[in-house]
């Protein structure tokens, strides 16, 4: 594996946090009525996931090919935190829709 893996789990950590983060505000936008704003943050967070998979890809792809990777607690809290960060993400799409029906329904009546 050509990145070392002290960098795959840093890029875990800091793309799994700002898809998190780019999630709770997208709920916040749509949660103050703008719309543009959380499609905006949502595709942020889906571009930080996409990131940190590609490196998540790199590791199983080594692991696969008969590469031994030493696994260790900082490596299970990079992965915990992306798949927080995946879990917030999916919730926030919810979150984004339910608002935007809410206050289109407000609009009608």
Same mark, same amino acid.
């Given at each position: #594996? &050509?990145?070392?893996?002290? @960098?795959? %789990? #840093?890029?875990?950590?800091? $793309?799994?946090? $700002?898809? !998190?983060?780019?999630? #709770?505000?997208?709920?916040?936008?749509? !949660?103050?009525?703008?719309? *543009?704003? =959380?499609?905006?943050?949502?595709?942020? =967070?889906?571009?930080?996931?996409?990131?940190?998979?590609?490196?998540? @890809?790199?590791? /199983?792809? =080594?692991?696969?090919?008969?590469?031994? /990777? &030493? %696994?260790?607690?900082?490596?299970?809290?990079?992965? &915990?935190?992306?798949? $927080?960060?995946? @879990?917030? !993400? *999916? /919730?926030?799409?919810?979150?984004?829709?339910?608002?935007? @029906?809410?206050?289109?329904?407000?609009?009608?009546?």
């Amino acid at each position: #594996m &050509d990145i070392k893996i002290e @960098t795959i %789990m #840093m890029e875990l950590v800091v $793309n799994g946090g $700002n898809a !998190r983060s780019c999630a #709770m505000q997208a709920i916040a936008a749509a !949660r103050e009525g703008k719309p *543009d704003l =959380a499609r905006q943050l949502m595709q942020e =967070a889906d571009e930080s996931i996409e990131k940190a998979h590609e490196f998540q @890809t790199g590791i /199983l792809q =080594a692991e696969a090919s008969g590469e031994h /990777l &030493d %696994m260790s607690l900082i490596m299970v809290h990079a992965q &915990d935190h992306l798949m $927080n960060a995946m @879990t917030v !993400r *999916d /919730l926030a799409k919810e979150f984004v829709k339910l608002y935007q @029906t809410e206050q289109s329904a407000a609009v009608i009546e």
